[in-house]
């Protein structure tokens, strides 16, 4: 079994996965282990990291920032998994997610990144520019290396395509709260739990929920219907808000990420 899948199942009745987002090289990748470090400290049972890139499209101003701070910072594929690496050595049980976008892949090499990422301890990727109909040789790669292959929901994806990911998708599926980019502001938690049931329809699968959850309140509704509660832009703030203090940086993304975790595990 997977760490995600282990992770999933030893959820205590009524309790939600807490999956927060930070952009790996954000603040420096010595910063990011510390931030990591902290995150679980504060209750996350899986960490989603941004993998820098040049045009995150499915991104809003705050999170674009801090891939462009990371791509100032030259960090690249190669310098996620090297992070991921360090974080192994003293954690073996947080489930770790690489999100990002195709081309880096690409330059990679499907099956030499899946064995990369494998050895480093990588337990799922999610490709927000990679359709699930146009994923079959990456899935197999990623299959190979034993890593859940994740995708993106949004509202307006199809029956048919639910279908489709049912056969396809693996560890856990990500609904796209909104239609829009991450940090926005229009959640609408009627819509979302209506989303839900109708994955569930299709897709056995945990369902994770992200965009526009930014703090204790918004998660904890969401939580009521969801599996997991997806956070990156309310934390990514904080560290670009904090970055020249780390000390302050960590611990108010600590404040943060325990209100959120203790709202959704009803601690």
């Not at 770790?96 to 499907?110: Q, R, S, V």
């Amino acid at each position: 079994m997977s760490r995600i899948n282990t992770i999933f199942s030893n959820l205590a009745q009524g309790q939600k996965a807490f999956i927060p987002f930070i952009t790996a090289g954000d603040g420096g990748l010595d910063n990011n282990l510390a931030l990591m470090q902290t995150l679980v400290a504060s209750g996350a049972d899986v960490i989603e990291l941004g993998v820098p890139f040049s045009d995150p499209m499915a991104d809003g101003p705050v999170i674009a920032r801090s891939h462009e701070r990371a791509v100032a910072n030259r960090v690249s594929l190669h310098d996620v998994l090297s992070l991921v690496k360090k974080f192994r050595q003293i954690n073996d049980t947080t489930a770790i997610i690489l999100m990002g976008y195709l081309n880096p892949i690409e330059t990679f090499g499907y099956q030499i990144f899946a064995n990369a990422a494998s050895r480093a301890g990588v337990d799922g990727v999610l490709v927000v520019d990679m359709p699930p109909e146009e994923a079959k040789d990456l899935k197999s790669c990623l299959d190979n290396a034993n890593i859940d292959f994740i995708f993106l929901v949004a509202p307006t994806t199809t029956n048919e395509r639910l279908t489709y990911l049912a056969n396809i998708a693996s560890g856990f599926v990500y609904l796209v709260s909104l239609k829009g980019v991450t940090g926005a502001t229009h959640l609408n938690v009627d819509i979302v739990n209506t989303n839900i049931d109708r994955i569930r329809q299709f897709i056995s699968l945990p369902i994770g929920v992200g965009f526009g959850i930014k703090d204790a309140t918004t998660a904890r509704a969401v939580s009521q219907s969801a599996d997991a509660v997806i956070v990156g832009s309310s934390l990514v703030s904080l560290v670009e808000k904090y970055g020249e203090n780390k000390n302050k940086m960590l611990a108010n993304v600590a404040t943060l990420a325990n209100d959120i975790s203790k709202a959704i595990k009803k601690e």
